[in-house]
């Protein structure tokens, strides 16, 4: 009996993958369709153990022991021990523009990965040229971020990792800018590149207990904890210490008097107990604010 | 193309920072409109908004007439222009002006067409075959400017396009966009913290700090008429020289002291400080570094509104000197003709132009003359 249309693809897709030649020889529809499921599993068993994006996501999530990674790299033709850097990269909706746009800003020839981490996140694991410093990582993070933004108009988000010297070292990358994209866009949501090393007190808060953070609020405002303060007070306040607790210089810039700058201040201070003219007082109030939007994250998830 | 509205634009981020307020503006088809003010104060975010890259808190955006806050970036019919722009490194120059149309499924002959008008408008067609790394500086930015300008767009959005060139190709490019925006007919707004790149491009600019719309207007009104000390201060280079005065009024008569030096107000002048009632307060006295002179003609026509001083430093620029002096410890300073006798360590009699001096409340730090 000839070949079925099905199984010369399942065939086709086989040689296309592995480079193996298979020749079948059947006799019924029924082993045509069984040889066509056993092509199948053998190619998607050859993807699991040979393709680099499956290997790198493997590797970062730390699914693989550390006694395999330089064997199955070598096997990969990629080399364990190159100097890299990785770039986690967030949108909305990462597509096939997205995609094509990375690929092609980074060419094969340049030795650069793409890993499909999840629906929305991209990872971009990159060998650094001799000479490249951190400086440069920040510089091509930017321009990944301005490339996606003028091309695909994607709103990106970016963070990127420490320079490492071996493929040991990726899960430990990951997890840094797994935290740093993720700190990046709760404290300092105003920014599309977020350094794994400038994460400041955000990095701190994050990795803190919720309870332990319920109950530095409840001991900052009573058990009274407001959910949130509206735009105004927030605003108010943020531009307050933009200005270095300036009241002369806040007032101006928020075209009000001084008088109705203080009058609010002192509101806050009835509300919360913290007079945030003295630097104490606003050094928690900043920080408890911080504490705040973390918990509403925490909650929304 | 198209007219752009923004009205009450606010931009508030989850974690509180408020990064514009209240901006409000109407753009007219093909104008050339620029955001300019230090680091920070908001102008990138208002061009991210624009273009849908940021979410817009608060206001109302439309384009044609039609709102755009919730549209899609893609579907806004804009194209962007950015500071950090890559050229994909094994594609020649048409493959990547063409390559944003080919992820966009347009019809190959389509696409041929406008790179190939894109290339004569930018005169880059004799380097259509070549690849990024046998460009220039100047001839990659024109590449970039391509991939923007094959997307025949409604509005073009740059931000700070040229910050990566040297300093004389920033001239040569910056006379490629003018020319750009007169063939193409294109509204552009475009994002600068550099002030002479606002005054040389702009039909109008808006300066901005700290989140707020400070002013909109030409450049030369800006220049002329500030409204307010940040404004005065920020347009003009080298900036514009202001001093701690006392207003005095008597009669119809209005001067203004600087420690030793009394200055008699010119009647266009004066109106604004007696309704004010500034008499014994004291403003801030703003005057372009242009309008100090010390020819003797001037100082001779002008016996009330002299300074004398020792010049600190005498810079030669070839066509103008610079001269620094201070008076009653403010550094000011006085662009001057190249012939001046002046050097450094000269005691110098100056005389104001008091038409030109602009007067500015202490407190609220807005004009009063002007």
Known sequence: ?301 | MASLSLQGIQKIYPNGFHAVKDFNLEIEDKEFIIFVGPSGCGKSTTLRMIAGLEDISGGTLKIDGKVMNDVEPKDRDIAMVFQNYALYPHMTVYDNMAFGLKLRKVPKDEIDKKVREAARILDLEKLLDRKPKALSGGQRQRVAMGRAIVRNPKVFLMDEPLSNLDAKLRVQMRIEISKLHENLGATIIYVTHDQTEAMTLGTRIVVMKDGVVQQVDTPQNLYNTPCNLFVAGFIGSPQMNFMDAVCNIKGNDVTLTVGEHVLKVPASKKKALIDGGYNGKTVVLGIRPEDVHDSEAFISNSPDSVITSTIKVYELLGAEVFLYFDVEGTQMTARVNPRTTLRTGDKAVFALDMEKIHVFDKDTELTITN
Not at chain 1, 27 to 45: F, G, S
Not at chain 1, 97 to 105: A, C, Q, W
């Open chain 1, 1 to 301: 009996m000839d070949l079925t249309q099905e199984l010369t693809k399942a065939l086709a897709e086989l040689k296309r993958i592995t480079g193996i030649t298979l020749e079948v020889n059947i006799d019924t529809p029924e082993a045509a369709e069984q040889a066509v499921i056993q092509i199948r599993c053998l190619c998607t068993a050859y993807k699991e153990k040979y393709n680099k994006s499956d290997f790198l996501q493997g590797l970062m999530t730390g699914g693989i022991p550390a006694y395999d990674i330089a064997e199955r790299a070598n096997r990969l033709h990629i080399n364990p021990d190159d100097k890299r850097v990785l770039f986690l990269l967030e949108s909305r909706h990462i597509d096939e523009t997205v995609s094509e746009i990375l690929k092609n800003m980074f060419p094969a020839q340049t030795k650069t990965y793409l890993v499909p981490v999840t629906e929305n996140t991209l990872a971009l694991l990159r060998p650094v040229r001799p000479g490249e410093t951190e400086a440069d990582s920040r510089r091509i993070a930017r321009t990944i971020v301005d490339t996606l933004n003028t091309e695909a108009l994607a709103q990106v988000q970016l963070s990127y990792s420490f320079i490492f010297k071996s493929l040991a070292d990726l899960p430990e990358a990951f997890r840094e800018t797994s935290l740093a994209l993720k700190v990046g866009k709760l404290f300092y949501s105003e920014q599309t590149v977020f350094p794994y090393n400038e994460l400041g007190v955000g990095r701190l808060i994050y990795q803190l207990p919720v309870t332990l953070c319920e109950n530095f609020l409840k001991e900052i405002f009573g058990p009274d904890v407001p959910e949130s303060f509206d735009d105004d007070t927030l605003g108010t306040i943020n531009r307050f210490f933009q200005n270095n607790l300036n009241i002369a210089e806040t007032s101006r810039q928020l075209h009000m008097h001084r008088n109705t700058l203080i009058y609010r201040l002192e509101q806050i201070e009835k509300r919360t107990g913290l007079d945030v003219r003295l630097f104490e007082d606003a050094m928690t109030f900043k920080i408890a604010i911080m504490v705040l939007n973390y918990l509403q994250s925490e909650r929304n998830h």
